[in-house]
């Protein structure tokens, strides 16, 4: 819990025929972080089998034909299922690449017959149209085409270019009639003589016209036409019932294939992306990889079983004096990977140390830590009852709702800031900002201002010198004793650190006597030590008392040389750092009676025009008073309780870690196909 968990260094060979055997084991063990191979024990290629390369390739190109189905089902809720059974590129890629090619075909016949019947719906309602203009005029489509000396024209155009269309027509003497469809559409005839009927079709193609032409078998009675053109569009829509009804089928069809192939095709990619980590010969595979120490032996057992002992491993830890894992950190060909092993209460408190960076695989897990200091400072600053009781009742609905899986670590989070919250809401004696209904066990915020900023510095300082004695016991497990004991934010700097606290509470708080003499040789002697023991360290002691910790740990820790302005001005870095964190934390009193003042003026706000008991309370100011506090609560929860967050996290990254943890880690992310 306070270190990653150990792990080894599991290296397998395989035959060629058993490779994705062994695949598909690693697979469902979810146990081995996957490393290159070739950049410590360079073994012919690496480059996939010509098969498996082509269903890779494959596999890629038919991503943008999923994505295809995909943009045609839209905004279709699909319900992914995580992936089962085995990996298996050349069935997978058969079945994706077919099964895709037909179903877009089936997509793109669907289409078409939609467009055309909208294309035929479209032109009997233009013809439709023309014709009920023509039976306004008193004519009948049989009638125009027995014109002799005219040419007439039906059809529509842009309601905003009727005027121009008019004012043209009257240079030729030609005759209209305009009838309007809609808001932007008019529907039109046109009768000029026969001489001038090119100028008449230039005229309207200036306007945007369309024409509409009435088929020869519509040469009738202009009602009986009309009855036809109706009976063909309810055939028609009985035609487009018919395509919804097969789109539905498709569709249906489509998001359980989309769901499948989609999981599929990524889970394929994903392993034959691992694969080209792999080591090959012209007959074996090699595998290599970390796996959780506690797990290793049992996994190539298993394994070994499974391949009926067509298995060579090999398993060797950092930590050993020899062996191939250690070669392959002191190379520097791959990091030990970072596992959490942390109990159920702890993981909410992960994201919040993972978004500042991974602890190194040979440095501290500081998530404990993290969780204790952050929900004390929390506390300090939001501590409020019933706003506190809000905060659990919204994290365990979220953390305990199974149609909320995603948002489990947050509201766990949420429960314990509430609870924390709750809990210095009895030490401030506040219920939702109201200080007169319960005691206070401890003090009231905004009358104690000066105790609680006391408190609040005091409380920096034990997260201060727990992040310099974290560094001290990191740099004692690296046995970097240099750094642990005159480091910057060494053993010494410790003593400096809480003698001058000391001297403070003692000369400036008791007021005691003690002579300045002694005050500045007590402050110089830790200090100095630093200063003094790393000089001396690096220029006398250090071949012969760190030797062989530098061969063990020459590429874990870097034991540069400082250049001497460096190690003459790192006190003066010590005491300003020391003097600037500490200060820092007087942001914690001061948010939690900002915290009690906005509360307050939620209430004096609620209790304008009579409020809940004034001498002109009635029941509207009531009524009032409650909304009041009600949004009052919300807006103070909702701002408050995001900046006094950010504040949290602020402290932790600036002033905790930055005395002990570099956060340059490597995340364990062994292979695996269950989250794609």
Known sequence: MFRPEKMSLLQCVVMDSDMMTACNFLVRR??????????????????????????????????????????????????????????????????????????????????????????????????????????????????????????????VMPARFVPDLLKALQNIGACSEIRRLGVREVSVIVLALKEYQDTMRSILKSVFFSEVEIPEKYSVETEEAMDEIELELWSIREEEALLKGEELKLRKFARKAYAR????????????????????????????????????????????????????????????????????????????????????FLKPFEPLVTTYGYPEYNGIDPTLFVAITFLVLFGMMFGDVGQGLIFVLLGLFMGFNKKLKLLKDTGRLFLCVGVSAIIFGFMYGSVFGNEELIPALWLHPAEDSIK?????????????????????????????????????????????????????????????????????????????????????WGLVAKRKAIKEALEAAKNEESEEEEGLGEQLFKPVEII????????????????????????????????????????NANGASRISYILSVIVGNLFVMLLEGLIVFIQCLRLEYYEFFSKFFGGSGVKYDPLRVDDV
């Open 30 to 155: 979810k146990v081995m972080h996957l490393i290159d191979r070739s950049l410590f024990h360079p073994i012919g290629k690496e480059a996939l089998p010509g098969e498996l390369s082509g269903a890779q390739a494959s596999l890629e190109k038919a991503q943008g034909s999923l994505k295809k189905v995909a943009d045609w089902l839209g905004s279709d809720e699909i319900a992914f299922k995580p992936f089962e059974g085995d990996i298996a590129p050349l069935e997978a890629e058969k079945e994706i690449t077919e099964g895709v090619e037909k179903l877009l075909n089936d997509i793109e016949e669907l289409e078409k017959k939609r467009s055309d019947l909208a294309e035929r719906e479209n032109d009997l309602k233009r013809v439709s149209d023309a014709l009920q203009s023509l039976e306004i005029a008193g004519v009948s489509a049989d009638d125009l085409r027995k014109l002799k000396y005219f040419e007439c024209v039906t059809g």
């Open 452 to 536: 609680l900023i006391g408190s609040a510095i005091f409380t920096g300082t034990l997260i201060l010198t727990l992040g310099i004695l974290l560094n001290v016991w990191q740099a004692i497990i690296r046995k970097n004793w240099r750094e642990a004991l005159f480091g910057q934010w060494g053993l010494m700097s410790s003593i400096f650190y809480w003698t001058a606290i000391g001297l403070f509470y003692f000369l400036v708080v008791r007021k005691g006597e003690l002579s300045v003499k002694w005050a500045v040789l007590m402050l110089i002697v830790p200090i100095a030590a630093v200063l003094v023991g790393d000089i001396v």
């Open 576 to 615: 300003l750092s020391l003097m600037t964190n500490t200060i820092s934390f007087m942001r914690v009193g001061a948010f939690g009676m900002n915290h009690a003042v906005m509360m307050s003026v939620v209430y004096i706000l609620a209790g304008v025009g009579g409020g809940w008991s004034g001498a």
């Open 261 to 344: 192939w989609r999981v599929m095709l990524e889970a394929n990619l994903r392993v034959l992306s691992a694969m080209r980590l792999f080591g090959k010969t012209a007959s074996t595979t090699y595998i290599s990889g970390w796996v959780p120490k506690k797990q290793a032996e049992k996994v190539a057992a298993d394994l070994m079983s499974l391949l009926d002992g067509r298995l060579i491993y090999d398993i060797s830890c950092p930590e050993d004096q020899s062996g191939e894992a250690r070669n392959v950190v002191a190379s520097g060909a791959s990091q030990v990977p970072t596992k959490f092993d942390h109990p159920d």
